[in-house]
């Protein structure tokens, strides 16, 4: 019997996840093929947090029933090797790619070897309950999912840097004005974060002549003026046009983007938050933009995901949104990460990048 790979977010584009296996020796199936229609949560009051149409945000997840196998799916004909589409049995799991799952969920497949998380941020792992002891949890790293936050986070640098939506705002009052024009190595890029996502976002925007400076834990040389710890927070900022947050969600920079780092940064600065939704105090971004001290902000994540309708930064004129769509974790591109690893589990080699929940990230 081939081992299987239980993916959290099959249901939502079968047939990318079944062509990215497809020749792997891996049998891939849907969350749901254990679950059922539930989360496969602990169970209680019925209202988890299933996933939603593209894998991220609240869903209506049953909550699970709770009694220990809730094995009542009925697959989704793709899968491959020797068991058919139907339900499968917890312990027949060897490995699990998983985003959001419901507390109790994962600890009820008792022979699971590896944990993927499904994005690169690990906070969605990190609730009480959620992770079995003893299974390694590895985050999400990939080539494309790197790239298209690379994108995200130059289109709006480059929106904000070309005064695009004043731009915008003057075509919809059929106003013809030329606005200064300031050269890219004159705009000054603060990103907080170098990691993998930040690191790579500042080299895209260096490339383009950017004056980009970076904040991280620890130095970084990645060829750009690199600040670390929270003692040199103020001086990036003060140093800063454009403000990128691309850092995990950790209670060190939980609320790491409000009044008294805002007041730190340039008046006419703008903020764009692709880190997550906790990173914001959303009502300080408001003040700041009402008082003219923040020029715009652009903004992917959010504390309450979806973005409930009657939320203020929906309609304000200098707040673009976008639901959590910065980057997602592309079938074809991601699976190559999955195979890779567990070829090397199965080799008894080293695996990783491995989440570490002491340092949050
Ligand atoms: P990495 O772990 O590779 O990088 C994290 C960076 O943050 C590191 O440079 C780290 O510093 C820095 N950092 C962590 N804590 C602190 C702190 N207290 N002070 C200063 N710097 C700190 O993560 P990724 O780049 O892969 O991802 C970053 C985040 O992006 C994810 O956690 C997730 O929240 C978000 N994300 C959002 C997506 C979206 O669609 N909106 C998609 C994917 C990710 P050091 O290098 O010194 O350790
Ligand atoms: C991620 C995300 O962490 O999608 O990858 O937000």
């Known amino acids: 019997m081939p081992e299987v790979l239980l993916i959290k977010d099959y249901a939502q584009q079968p047939a990318a996840w079944a062509a990215a296996f497809a020749d792997f020796d891996l049998e891939v199936r849907d969350w749901d093929a254990v679950f059922g229609g539930g989360d496969g949560g602990d169970g209680g009051d019925g209202d988890g947090d299933g996933v939603d149409g593209d894998g991220r945000g609240d869903g209506d997840g049953d909550g699970g029933d709770g009694d220990g196998d809730g094995v009542d799916g009925d697959g989704d004909g793709d899968s491959r090797g020797g068991r058919g589409a139907g339900a499968l049995a917890p312990a027949e799991i060897d490995y699990a790619l998983v985003w959001q799952p419901a507390p109790g969920a994962l600890a009820r497949l008792p022979n699971l070897k590896l944990i993927f998380s499904l994005g690169a941020g690990i906070d969605h792992l990190a609730g009480d309950g ?12 990939d080539a494309q999912l790197t790239a298209g936050m690379t994108e995200y986070v130059v289109y709006h640098a480059l929106r904000f840097h ?4 004043a731009y915008e705002a003057q075509q919809r009052r059929a106003e013809w004005r030329l606005l200064p024009q300031v050269a890219a190595a004159e705009r000054r890029i603060g990103i907080l974060g170098l990691g993998v996502l930040g690191g790579a976002a500042a080299r895209a925007l260096a490339t383009l002549n950017f004056d980009v400076a970076g904040w991280s834990r620890g130095p970084k040389d990645l060829g750009i003026p690199s600040f670390a710890g929270a003692g040199e927070l103020p001086a990036l900022l003060a140093r800063t046009d454009i403000l990128v947050c691309l850092l995990p969600l950790t ?5 790491i983007l409000c009044a008294a780092n805002f007041a730190r940064l340039p008046a006419g600065a703008c903020v764009i938050n692709a880190g997550r939704g906790g990173h914001l105090l959303e009502a300080d ?8 001290h923040l020029a715009g902000a652009a903004l992917d994540v959010f504390a309450n995901e979806p973005l409930p309708p009657g939320n203020p930064l929906w309609s304000h004129p200098r707040v673009a949104i976008t ?3 910065a980057s997602k974790t592309l079938p074809a591109s991601s699976a190559r990460h999955v195979i890779d690893n567990i070829r090397r589990f199965r080799a008894g080699r080293p695996v990783g990048p491995l989440a570490d929940f002491a340092r949050g990230y």
């Open 251 to 255: 209670a060190a920079t939980a609320g």
């Open 323 to 325: 639901p959590h769509a």
């Open 162 to 165: 070309r005064a695009m939506p």
């Open 285 to 292: 971004l408001l003040d700041a933009l009402e008082r003219g």
């Open 130 to 141: 959620v992770l079995p002891p003893g299974v390694p949890v590895l985050r999400m790293v």
